[in-house]
Structure formats: C-alpha cells, structure tokens
C-alpha cells in the first residue's frame, strides 16, 4: 500500500504565492513520475505539472512561468511551488506518483487526497 498525503493549500490574494507539499509513504521501492493535477467546480481534472525521477519538469501552458515543480528523493517528496496566483488557479490540487513496491509490484496510479487552493480577494 502506498499513501500520499498533501500539504500547504488554503486562501491566498491575487498575485500571491502558496508552497504544495506531497510526501509518499507505505510500500515504496522506487518513484518514477510525480506530479500535480487539480480540478476546479464543474471540470474535469486538468494536468499542472509532472517531474520524472531524474528532474525532467512538464508544465501546463496555464502555468508556465508561475509554477515550479520539484522533488526530494530521499524524502519521497514532491512540491509545487506557485507564485503570481489568479483566480482561475483556484481548485482542488491533487498529487499523483507512480510508484514501484517492489520490482515487480508497481501502482502506476497513487493519488492523494486533494488539497484545496482558492485564490480571491
């Protein structure tokens, strides 16, 4: 079994700056991608940003220039650095990693269970 548990959401003004945590725990042999998702009232979850485990970033066209994912290995952490917020930032962020438990045992698929971001005045 594998567990992600997020950290760091809550309410921040326009133009401010908000710091994800996501740190995996349990059965973890080795973590390939990680990475940051989110979904907003009324749509589907959208990609934000992943992270291979040899640092290769990806990064949605919304976020580009505001966001830096990185991680920390030996923690088997991954965080979302978010600065120059909008109001359209504002969702439901959600960690996702594919993790092995073995060589032989993976879970492609692990997601936490969601930290909330809402950007407003």
């Known amino acids: 079994q594998v567990q992600l548990v997020e950290s760091g959401g809550g309410l921040v003004q326009p133009g401010g700056s908000l710091r994800l945590s996501c740190a995996a725990s349990?059965?973890?042999?080795?973590?390939?991608?990680m990475g940051w998702y989110r979904q907003a009232p009324g749509k589907q979850r959208e990609l934000v940003a992943t992270i291979t485990n040899g640092g290769s970033t990806n990064y949605a066209d919304s976020v580009k220039g505001r966001f830096t994912v990185s991680r920390d290995n030996a923690k088997n952490t991954v965080y979302l650095q978010m600065n120059s917020l909008k109001p359209e930032d504002t969702a439901v962020y959600y960690c996702?990693?594919?993790?092995?438990?073995?060589?032989?045992?993976?879970?492609?698929?692990?997601w936490g269970q969601g930290t909330q971001v809402t950007v407003s005045s």
């Open positions: 349990g059965s973890i042999f080795s973590i390939n991608d």
């Open positions: 996702n990693a594919d993790v092995r438990a073995s060589i032989i045992i993976r879970y492609p698929n692990c």
